[in-house]
Every structure is written in C-alpha cells, then in structure tokens.
C-alpha cells in the first residue's frame, strides 16, 4: 500500500480489557509517531520511535500505555485495563527521516470505545 | 494553558465563498508552522508548512499567512468547494523536541461548506 494503514479501524472494548492497535507505516520510513485525539480535539502526542528506538514516551498518560516497534517497521500500541477516558481516536504517523521539518503521513486512525 | 489556539471553533459558509480561520500560538522559539486538512474519519493531511522566515505561503486555493512577531497565522481559503468541509488544524514544531518532529497540534476549525 501507498499509505499508512492502521488495525483494527474500529475497537470497542469493555472497561478492563486490554487492547492492542497496529500501526503499519509506509515502508522505509525512519520515523513513527503515536498521537491521541479526543473528540473535537487536535490530535496529541504520545510516543516517537527512530527505527526500533523508543526515543521519546513522554506522552503516553500511564503506565498502562505500551508501545513497541522491535523491527523498526510495523508498531503496536497496547492500552492495558482500559478505562473510560482511554476512549478516543489513536492516529499513527510516520515521516521518511528523522529531524524538524519532514512532512508526518498519517494513518486513518483506530477509534477506540470503551464501554 | 493550550499553546496553540484556533478561531473560530466552527464555521459554515455558502459554496463558492471565501473564509479565513485564526491561529494563534505561543510556542518559543518557533521552528515552522503547518495547516492540515483533516476529513472526518481520516488521519490529517499537511496543506502548507511555513518556516519563521516565511509569511505567505500557497496550495492551490489555500493561503496561508504568518506574522512571527505577533505569532498569528490564517488560513485564507477561496472559492470554496463542498469538498473544504473538514477541520483545520493549525500545528506547531515542539522546539524543545530533541531534533525530531515532535508536533503541538491546536484544537482546529470544522469547517461546513453548504450548497
């Protein structure tokens, strides 16, 4: 595929579960970015990967927020005991290099519901 | 405090019109500024970036304008097509990012273009 392409499109999940989101990005791609958006809201950062490299995890809001890239191409985030608040949209993006300016492309996102 | 807010929240415009959405941002030092397009159920899509030495820039049927010293941006678009509607972010580099891409995204404009 052309583009970022992320799984499931869709998650409903029960208070407690545990859930995992793929992220594929477009191949070659150095860079891998996680962001959070919350309804009517921009989207925001959670985690950065360079390669296999977790570079940056400020983001991520608790420690039940998970990420890995152990191939340095496909990453997976997993949400363990999910709650409420976990309920948004997680969008995947991926830039060809690393540094300031390169363009992010980003996936459609996995809307994630938490019941 | 968000560090980079948006104006109006929603707007809806008649097709064929022009309109202009605000940004302000307090991020310091700034590194660039971009605007993405962001449809509803899709990842955003990057329509212009700016570097501080830049005050204009254009894509087609969108404009976008940069004052650093007041740290204010618009998005002009004109001629306005039924395919606009979407909302608009207005993104900021992190500048204490470490070297990567790390974006600080405003809460956007939803824009409904009706016929």
């Known amino acids: 595929g052309a583009g970022v392409s992320q799984s499931p499109r869709y998650k409903v999940a029960k208070r407690g579960q545990d859930v995992a989101l793929r992220c594929d990005p477009i191949s070659g791609h150095v860079s891998l970015f996680w962001y959070q958006q919350a309804l009517g809201q921009g989207p925001e950062f959670l985690t950065y990967f360079q390669n296999e490299a977790q570079l940056d995890k400020s983001g991520l809001p608790s420690d039940r927020f998970f990420a890995e890239r152990p191939e340095g191409s496909v990453s997976t985030l997993k949400i363990q005991r999910t709650q409420q608040e976990d309920s948004a949209v997680y969008l995947c993006?991926?830039?060809?290099?690393?540094?300031?300016?390169?363009?992010?492309?980003f996936g459609p996102g996995t809307r994630l519901t938490v019941l | 405090k968000n560090q980079v807010e948006q104006s109006p929240q929603s707007l809806i415009i008649l097709e064929g019109k022009n309109c202009t959405l605000q940004?302000?941002?307090?991020?310091?030092?700034?590194?660039?500024l971009r605007w993405y397009k962001q449809d509803t159920g899709r990842g955003p899509v990057s329509l212009t970036i700016?570097?501080?030495?830049?005050n204009t820039k254009s894509n087609g049927r969108y404009t976008a304008t940069l004052d650093a010293d007041t740290k204010q941006s618009s998005l002009h678009i004109t001629a306005s097509q039924l395919s606009d509607s979407a909302s608009y972010i207005c993104?900021?580099?992190?500048?204490?990012?470490?070297?990567?891409?790390?974006?600080?995204f405003g809460a956007g404009t939803r824009l409904a273009v009706h016929p």
């Open positions: 940004c302000n941002y307090t991020v310091s030092p700034f590194s660039n």
């Open positions: 700016m570097t501080f030495s830049e």
């Open positions: 993104v900021v580099t992190d500048p204490f990012s470490g070297g990567y891409n790390k974006l600080i």
């Open positions: 993006a991926s830039s060809p290099v690393a540094g300031v300016g390169n363009e992010q492309f």
